[in-house]
């Protein structure tokens, strides 16, 4: 996988890139840089609103923050897009997250 550096340079040059846009949102997650990677989910989702695993993995990320009711509105958004795809296994994923969130 790409580094962020990496991938904030492709990006330079295709900056409305799902793929990349994805990569770099999970290079973030996976670095401990949680704001950053909310808003390059959200920037994935502003360009391909029907992009399931942005949905899932913004909500891991909020989760891990401790950010449940946000989580659970962009995994309320994820299962329309979900359904609008056709994309069953990332709708049941979702909907497995959403009942693990605590009651509010």
């Given at each position: 996988?790409?580094?962020?550096?990496?991938?904030?340079?492709?990006?330079?040059?295709?900056?409305?890139?799902?793929?990349?846009?994805?990569?770099?949102?999970?290079?973030?997650?996976q670095a401990g840089l949680a704001e950053e990677a909310i808003r390059q989910f959200e920037r994935?989702?502003?360009?391909?609103?029907?992009?399931?695993?942005?949905?899932?993995?913004?909500?891991?990320?909020?989760?891990?923050?401790?950010?449940?009711?946000?989580?659970?509105?962009?995994?309320?958004?994820?299962?329309?897009?979900?359904?609008?795809?056709?994309?069953?296994?990332?709708?049941?994923?979702?909907?497995?997250?959403?009942?693990?969130?605590?009651?509010?």
């Amino acid at each position: 996988m790409p580094t962020i550096d990496q991938l904030r340079a492709l990006l330079a040059d295709e900056p409305d890139d799902v793929f990349l846009n994805f990569g770099l949102a999970m290079q973030y997650a996976q670095a401990g840089l949680a704001e950053e990677a909310i808003r390059q989910f959200e920037r994935v989702v502003q360009l391909d609103p029907r992009h399931a695993s942005a949905y899932f993995q913004w909500a891991r990320t909020l989760l891990a923050l401790g950010r449940h009711s946000e989580a659970r509105e962009i995994l309320s958004r994820g299962l329309k897009a979900a359904e609008a795809a056709g994309d069953h296994h990332a709708r049941d994923k979702m909907n497995d997250l959403l009942q693990a969130i605590p009651p509010a």
